[in-house]
């Protein structure tokens, strides 16, 4: 603690309640919209949430979704979501929001109530130790011991979650400090000094010079890019140093958008389920440059088989991102962002660096890879004589009827790999999905929170009917608060990726991943008031879909049968394959 | 290979379980672990051993770094630098053993802090090789209790970890 606020007795200064402090606070962060759910330990702060108008609040139907609300809003807009639940149940329940914002970077700021001071210890009613159960989840988390601590806590909070590499960071708060008999003046600190804490504002030039080289001299280059390049706003560096070099681009599930998914630069995702010509070429290449991406093990596939060829460029804001699972030769610490600019100025005129042999050896490399990628990976095999729906025709309909200008949040599973794979994004923070953990459950409460954000665009949530069901509470919040978010779900009747599993390594035993008792979905919709939406005929499915699109101010459910057998390729050949083995199809691999 | 973490972290509730925390969580091990506060009664200084790779080390110490309670951090197995443990340890030491103990005891350097009729307690201080070698030295059955501080240690020279 570098800075005391709030011990100052200046009478000059506003009274308030602890209440008071941290929801004015909250105001001064620029905070929107707070995501939450009322309970024991919050009433104080609910009751000075009640008596102000300029931050809305949304009530869930289940903490998780409050923190997943919040996490749409956070990666949709680059700012901050912010979370309010009361003690013990309220605060484990958002325990798998918070550790989605955290495997993935996303600023969150999670307030939970905690039983009084005293009580703190003795197992009381709704009491847990929400510091102590999210510690292995959050950047970092405060216990408040004192009201006047609130404001430089908050403000601490809001900095920590947002600077560096970001992440959710938990604020405990007893319901003593928050007491409204008990008055403290009001100051907000401008700024917060955290003496450990300092992250890097820019990448050292002597290593970008180095990688610079290296990337003029390359002769199969290739540039990977993740999560980094849209938590860190770095598109545009990225765009102006792939266009410069004229070298093929590849993204994680995470970066998807951070560069433009249609250019031909753009080989597709790469991966477990990555496309053969990303995969292949990554296989291949002499000179990887990884941006903003930690080399994740569904990524990798062998690590000890990966990128045999390559010399490494790993750029990442955090320390221990860089050389965690795979060696890299030239580390750069730094901000995705301002290091791919300073690439980019350092490529002005690079041209004469090049060698003409340099030229032919990335001219021959494109021609492999268009050979690749003449190979067609992603082709939908749609039997001859049969109107059933292919779960890849819904994205590609989706992706036609929204003209490929929609914020597209998915749940995980098979739809999330097919919406990943045939929705192309052109723009950061259009596709929101829970990749590092995995949270189904998911998408749907992340749409909301997009909506919540840009109450004009079109929000789609591609989902399964598993996936579905583990928030479909929400239906009743987006009754609430008119949230006209899509729903596809993409319906085969079964947890699909674990039934593909099953199929591919448990020669076919579905051991529990099917569903035997679904809900008409469209009634169960049309009971909290919304539109449903049935189909099973591909020859309707791009109507329907249209309609759907066409209710701007409805929620629409649009549940569509799909084929129960489709399996996602390509696939990762697994375990001790490489990044080039893959399988293609059922039985074909490369 | 055998590290030697020194770190100095904010003296503030919960910081402890977070250094601890991080190495359950990412199953690094603890071999010997020692904190206390320092003469700036905002930090505390907090020492480790653990047994680390090269790359594993390398991880562990920027995992460490990025906690926002740790302040600063060397691994003190890099250079020079000297380490030391106490073990008190109460021996059986009864007739004849009684002046052998003593005996062993002095060769160490130790001090027989405490005289019981039938036995000793012995405070030693040294690299943890020097406590496991008085450990050996003594008769098999004769230890009775053994506790050990954990290593702590100093670099070499002018070095200094601060702020």
Sequence with gaps: MTEQVGENQDPELEQMSGAELLIRSLQEEGVEYLFGYPGGAVLHIYDALFKQNQIKHFLVRHEQAATHMADGYARSTGLTGTVLVTSGPGATNAITGIATAYMDSIPMVVISGQVQSHLIGTDSFQETDMVGISRPIVKHSFLVRQASEIPTVIRKAFFLASSGRPGPVVVDIPKDITNPLELFPFEYPEQVAIRSYSPSSRGHTGQIKKAVQLLLKAERPMIYFGGGVIQGNATEGLIEVARKLGYPVTSTLMGLGGYPGTDPQFLGMLGMHGTLEANSAMHNCDVLIAAGARFDDRVTNTVAKFCPYAKIIQIDIDPTSIAKNVAVDIPIVGPVDTVLEEFSRMLENSEAQRTPQQKEAVSDWWVQIENWRKQNCLKVNRPADSSIIKPQEVVQALFKVTKGDAFVTSDVGQHQMFAALYYPFDLPRRWINSGGLGTMGFGFPAAMGVQVAHPEATVACVTGEGSIQMNIQELSTCSQYGLPVKIINLNNGSLGMVKQWQDMQYEGRHSHSYMDSLPDFKQLVESYGHVGFSVSKVEQLEDVLAEAFSLKDRLVFVDILVDPEEHVYPMHVAPNGAMRDMWLAKGVRT | ?163
């Design chain 2, 1 to 163: 290979m055998r590290r030697i973490v020194s770190l100095i972290l904010e003296n503030e509730a919960g910081s402890l379980s977070r250094v601890v925390g991080l190495f359950a969580q990412r199953n690094y091990n603890i071999e010997s672990l020692t904190v206390a506060v320092t003469e700036d009664p905002t930090l505390s200084r907090l020492t480790l051993t653990t047994n680390a790779s090269d790359s594993q080390i390398e991880q562990i110490t920027k995992q460490l770094n990025k906690l926002i309670e740790v302040v600063k951090l060397v691994d003190l197995t890099e250079g020079d630098h000297v380490e030391r443990e106490l073990m008190l340890i109460k021996i059986k030491a009864s007739g004849a053993q009684r002046a052998e103990v003593k005996r062993t005891v002095d060769i160490f350097r130790g001090q027989i802090v405490d005289v019981m009729p039938n036995s000793y307690l012995v405070q030693l201080i040294g690299t943890s090789e020097k406590l496991d070698a008085f450990l050996g030295a003594i008769a098999e059955g004769a230890i009775l209790e053994t506790v050990r501080s954990g290593v702590t240690g100093l670099a070499r020279g002018d070095k200094i970890l601060s702020l």
